[in-house]
């Protein structure tokens, strides 16, 4: 009685098996639910963020640009950092784009 026959263990572990396909059937298909939602979120989100940008387009950048004059006055060593870096992030993603392109 303590062992089993090949055929019972055969149909014991082909039983666990489905058990568990079904299992990550469920789980699978609520992740992708969840997903779902969460991209729905986000789009929401960023398109509200989007709207007030369009609309306060002038304001937005007449803020920035009053920030880089208050900072080029306050700490110019500052500004050119910045600067330096913006241009070394442009001039990296100038060389992707011409390494794609090849």
Do not use: C, G
């Amino acid at each position: 009685m303590l062992y089993k026959t090949m055929n019972q263990v055969d149909e014991l572990t082909v039983y666990e098996l489905l058990q568990k396909i079904v299992m990550l059937e469920e789980k699978n298909k609520k992740l992708i639910d969840e997903n779902n939602k969460l991209t729905l979120l986000m789009h929401n989100y960023n398109d509200s963020r989007k709207k007030y940008y369009e609309q306060n387009k002038e304001s937005v950048n007449e803020k920035a640009k009053q920030r880089i004059k208050k900072l080029s006055e306050e700490n110019p060593e500052k500004l050119k950092e910045i600067n330096r870096r913006a241009y070394l992030k442009r001039k990296e993603k100038l060389q992707k784009n011409e390494s794609s392109i090849i």
